[in-house]
């Protein structure tokens, strides 16, 4: 069974930074894309970034673009995203997501879920 774990969030003051996990069982990450979202209260969910199986290419939302980076490590089975510049606006619970075929930002197209993690940018 596909399980992913986010952890590596927290409270950061603005223009701290953060690198989030995202730690794959059951599978091997490399072959599968795998996508970032996170959740403001009172808000959609938002894709902001995701690399493709093999790491053939990367994409980043407006929102996030020079502040936020991804990427993956095979050894660990782990993706992350480092988050720096943070701004108050990057409050939300972030999460990971994993598909096999889908390469995107649109959350419906991902089949496997991580449980979130809150990342929380205050003074």
């Known amino acids: 069974q596909l399980q992913l774990v986010e952890s590596g969030g927290g409270l950061v003051q603005p223009g701290g930074s953060l690198r989030l996990s995202c730690a794959a069982s059951?599978?091997?990450?490399?072959?599968?894309?795998i996508g970032w979202f996170r959740q403001a209260p009172g808000k959609e969910r938002e894709g902001i970034s995701f690399?493709?199986?093999?790491?053939?290419?990367?994409y980043y939302a407006d929102s996030v673009k020079g502040r936020f980076t991804i990427s993956r490590d095979n050894a660990k089975n782990t993706v992350y995203l480092q988050m720096n510049s943070l701004k108050p606006e990057d409050t939300a619970v972030y999460y990971c997501?994993?598909?096999?075929?889908?390469?995107?930002?649109?959350?419906?197209?991902?089949?496997?879920w991580g449980q979130g993690t809150q990342v929380t940018v205050s003074s």
């Open positions: 997501a994993a598909d096999a075929y889908y390469s995107g930002i649109e959350d419906h197209g991902y089949d496997s």
């Open positions: 059951g599978f091997t990450l490399d072959a599968y894309n």
């Open positions: 690399i493709s199986s093999h790491d053939v290419g990367t």
